[in-house]
Structure formats: C-alpha cells, structure tokens
C-alpha cells in the first residue's frame, strides 16, 4: 500500500526557515517523480515544487523560486522541502504527491495527509 | 504560465441528476506527438487530502465510479458527474500538467440540492 507522510510543519516566524519530510512507502520510491502542493486556509490548491525520477529535474513555482529547495534522498525514500525567508503568505497545509511516473510531467496518484505550516510573529 | 479555469463556481443537484464541471485552459494541453491531453480531475472532501479522479483529460482512475466522466481537448475540458450520489459532495479541481508550473483551477463546489 502507497503512503506518504508529511512531518516538519509549525509555526515560524516571517523571515524564518522550516524543513519538511515526505516519507514514502509501498513503492520503488526512486522510479517516481514527486511533488509538493499547498493549500492555503479555505482556499484552492497551489502546486509548489516537483522533482523527477532519480533525483533529475526540479521545477518550482514562481511564487517559491529562489526561497524553497526541493529535494529526495532515495536511500531513505523521503522527499523534503526547505523553506526559507517565509512570508505569512506561505501558510498552508503542505502536502506531498507522488506522480505516476519517472517524469514530473503527469498526475498525482496519491497523496499525503499534509503537514500545517503557519507563518506568524 | 498557463492559467486554468473553472465553471461554476459552485453547482448544487438533486440526489440522481448529472453534475457538469468546466474547466477551461489559457493555452492548448494537447501534446501533438503523442495526442494526449495534459489534464487531470481531483475531488477533494473536507479535510482530506485531494484524490485523482481523471487523467490524461478522460481516463478513469482504478477504483473511480464509472458515473464520474472526462472529456473534451485543447483547451476545454468538462468533468461529468452522470448520477449524483451523497458522497460526491467535495470541490472538484481540474490541473493542467502540460508546462510548469503546473497550475490547477480554483475549484467547483459540488453540493445536493
């Protein structure tokens, strides 16, 4: 059975820096691509980040460019998202996607629970 | 970016009765080489994560109720719900993964009437 789930989430100041951890299993977690969506409270999905199969390409959403680092330890079959110079504009519940390929261009066939990340003094 | 679409923003039907979503694309999700559309359909209940329903614009995810429908190509594109039962009440997204970033709809609420 495919599960992920998402740790790292909490409350950061703005400014601040958070990691998330995606932690795979029931599959070969290195032949997928992989992906990061937000949710905002009470508003629509915003897809965030991805990073192929093998740890190859990562593609970013303009909003994150330049501030998250996505990544994937394939040993360990766990995806992470660093978060740094977080704005109040980040809070979301974060959650992690697994693709169904190699290739980031595809669906996302299952899904984490989330993770909350609250950006508040 | 290629900036996705979505109407109604909300829709309410009788226990039974067909259920029509829109979503509609900025730029062709076509692949030429391939022929395939760059588009999928999530459900997503309260507090719960989202579920694929649909890719590839048409294909039904395993385990999906055949009542649930894709259709349409290039750029328009209509999610069918045939008969609607209870548990269909969510907001249902439509995602284009064509180019990144790999922007969804903002949504349509689906509730009984």
């Known amino acids: 059975e495919v599960q992920l789930l998402e740790s790292g989430g909490g409350l950061v100041q703005p400014g601040g820096s958070l990691r998330l951890s995606c932690a795979a299993s029931g599959f070969t977690f290195s032949n997928y691509a992989v992906s990061w969506v937000r949710q905002a409270p009470g508003m629509g999905l915003e897809w965030v980040s991805a990073i192929c199969g093998s740890g190859g390409s990562t593609y970013y959403a303009d909003s994150v460019k330049g501030r998250f680092t996505i990544s994937r330890d394939n040993s360990k079959n766990t995806l992470y998202l660093q978060m740094n110079s977080l704005r109040a504009e980040d809070t979301a519940i974060y959650y992690c996607?697994?693709?169904?390929?190699?290739?980031?261009?595809?669906?996302?066939?299952?899904w984490g629970q989330g993770t909350l990340v609250t950006v508040s003094s | 970016d290629i900036v996705m679409t979505q109407s109604p923003d909300s829709l309410a039907v009788s226990l039974g009765e067909r259920a029509t979503i829109n979503c509609k694309s900025s730029r062709s999700v076509l692949y030429s080489s391939n022929n395939r559309n760059y588009l999928a359909w999530y459900q997503q209940k309260p507090r719960q994560p989202p579920k694929l329903l649909i890719y590839?614009?048409?294909t039904r995810e395993s385990g999906v109720p055949d009542r649930f429908s894709g259709s349409g190509s290039g750029t328009d594109f209509t999610l069918t719900i045939s008969s609607l039962q209870a548990e269909d009440v969510a907001v249902y997204y439509c995602q284009q993964y064509y180019s990144t970033p790999f922007t969804f709809g903002p949504g349509t609420k689906v509730d009984i009437k």
């Open positions: 996607a697994k693709v169904v390929g190699a290739s980031c261009y595809g669906s996302a066939d299952y």
């Open positions: 590839w614009a048409s």
